[in-house]
């Protein structure tokens, strides 16, 4: 069974950078043809996707958050990582690292939930 657990800080302050890291068990991130997707669930509103690191080390972004946004990873630790910078207030959202095969979206985090404010 894979298990995806995200980590970081749940306050950010606006323009800082918000990163968070999510943690693979039960599985690698460099199994072929699996995915590594960010997406995050604004309060009220409905799921936005806003990238993937494929098994290859490909990434591959949301176009409107891709001035922004940056999808890493550590295989040594079977992690993976997302960057945002310039945050702002809107950015506020619970935040899911999941894994995705094909067009499904298959083992999620419990997410965690982030908030910009100074």
């Known amino acids: 069974q894979v298990q995806l657990q995200e980590s970081g800080p749940g306050l950010v302050k606006p323009s800082q950078t918000l990163s968070l890291t999510c943690t693979v068990s039960?599985?690698?991130?460099?199994?072929?043809?699996?995915?590594w997707s960010w997406i995050r669930q604004f309060p009220g509103k409905g799921l936005e996707w806003m990238g993937v690191?494929?098994?290859?080390?490909?990434?591959y972004y949301s176009p409107s958050l891709k001035s922004r946004t940056s999808i890493s990873r550590d295989t040594s630790k079977n992690q993976f990582s997302l960057q945002l910078s310039s945050v702002t207030s809107e950015d506020t959202a619970v935040y899911y690292c999941?894994?995705?095969?094909?067009?499904?979206?298959?083992?999620w985090g419990q997410g965690t939930q982030v908030t910009v404010s100074s």
């Open positions: 999941t894994s995705v095969v094909g067009a499904k979206y298959d083992y």
């Open positions: 039960g599985g690698s991130i460099t199994t072929i043809n699996y995915g």
């Open positions: 690191i494929g098994y290859d080390g490909s990434t």
